[in-house]
């Protein structure tokens, strides 16, 4: 059991960082230097989804540069609004296994607690920004219905805290809640699934790792980066102290139009990664969420450049390049289109 909570006496760095975050697409194209003719495009999108950019994240934006791969991930456009076939509110399916208030079932032996619906920062690709976390998130720090449905389930072995991120909320409550999952006997790992580490650094801090350090459960943070530039100072400090821990890291990317959608970049994400002690877990195609359309990659140039990246990285290096579907027991690995004079090219690499 954990038995040691943080104290709450101030405010941390962290948290005021969050709340100094940028939310108006014309201060976001003034202290970036766009051209004027971005700020319609911007606001339009920003209607359909809020920016949320933390100063941090700004800090590392080329300004002036609208096409910045960094920039890309957060700048709302007027495409955003566009109606396209086949792109709609829920791809993944979690409305359908929702099966408690906050906890998503969709694969045999694990579990995901929905336990926020805040983000440091809106990644215009979010395959959530428009889930009704109103509705099916637990009431504050509510979580009995939730538990109850974990401990009734013993084939249940981890729990994924994801959200939005669940580092966006406090200490206290995230060590309270890990507390009571370390209670539940059947289950051995806890896997959180978080963009804090490289999007606010400051964010691992001493009273996040006395907690997240400590326990019987193995503990696995899944960082979302896409672009080799995130894992740079600070959050390359960030990820030290992480590991310092015992931390298992791992990375998962989305495959983005205009942010990695080259070879080049993506075979310096998985070395910069691992330079950090992070190893690459999923190469996700995009989920075809409403709004989202413009980031897609065609999929001969996404078989193709995964391709490349075979051919360039030893295998505990090379994701695995997987999409999400509806339904399916686990993520689909996605096989690549055969090269010139090859007769197949396989879903996996089990030699590797």
């Not at 959180?192 to 326990?215: F, K, M, N, S």
């Not at 943070?221 to 030290?240: I, T």
Request: some cysteine.
């Amino acid at each position: 059991m954990i038995t040691r909570t943080p104290p709450a006496t101030h405010t941390p760095r962290w948290q005021q960082s969050l709340a100094t975050a940028i939310r108006d697409p014309a201060t976001l194209a003034r202290r970036l230097s766009l051209a004027p003719e971005h700020l319609p495009g911007m606001q339009a999108g920003h209607a359909s989804f809020p920016i949320r950019v933390p100063e941090s994240w700004l800090a590392r934006i080329v300004p002036g540069e609208p096409k910045d791969p960094l920039l890309r991930q957060v700048l709302p456009l007027a495409e955003e609004t566009d109606e396209v076939p086949g792109f709609v509110a829920d791809p993944v399916g979690d409305h359908d296994a929702l099966a408690a208030p906050g906890v998503a079932h969709k694969y045999a032996g694990r579990a995901l607690l929905l336990t926020t619906g805040a983000c440091a920062i809106h990644c215009r690709y979010c395959f959530r920004r428009e889930f009704d976390y109103a509705d099916h998130n637990p009431a504050r720090d509510d979580w009995g219905p939730a538990l109850d449905y974990l401990a009734a389930h013993p084939d249940i072995h981890e729990v994924i805290l994801s959200g939005g991120d669940p580092l966006s909320q406090s200490d206290t409550r995230l060590a309270r809640l890990v507390a009571r999952l370390e209670a539940i006997p059947h289950l051995e790992r806890l896997r959180i699934h978080t963009r804090l580490p490289v999007v606010l650094p400051e964010r691992v801090d001493d009273a996040l790792l006395g907690w997240l350090g400590q326990g019987r459960l193995q503990h696995v943070v899944v960082l979302h980066a896409n672009h080799p530039r995130e894992f740079a100072a600070p959050a390359d400090r960030a990820l030290e102290r992480l590991r310092a821990s015992g931390i298992t890291l791992l990375n998962q990317a989305v495959l983005l139009a205009g942010v990695n959608d080259d070879a080049d970049t993506l075979v310096e994400l998985q070395e910069s990664g691992f330079r950090h002690g992070v190893l690459p877990y999923y190469l996700h195609c995009l989920d075809r969420t409403r709004g989202t359309a413009h980031f897609e990659v065609p999929p001969d140039r996404a078989a193709a450049i995964y391709r490349e990246m075979h051919r360039r990285l030893p295998g505990y290096l090379l994701p695995r390049r997987v999409r999400e579907i509806a339904g399916e027991p686990g993520k689909t690995p996605i096989a690549g289109i055969p090269a010139d004079g090859e007769t197949s090219f396989p879903d996996f690499y089990p030699d590797f």
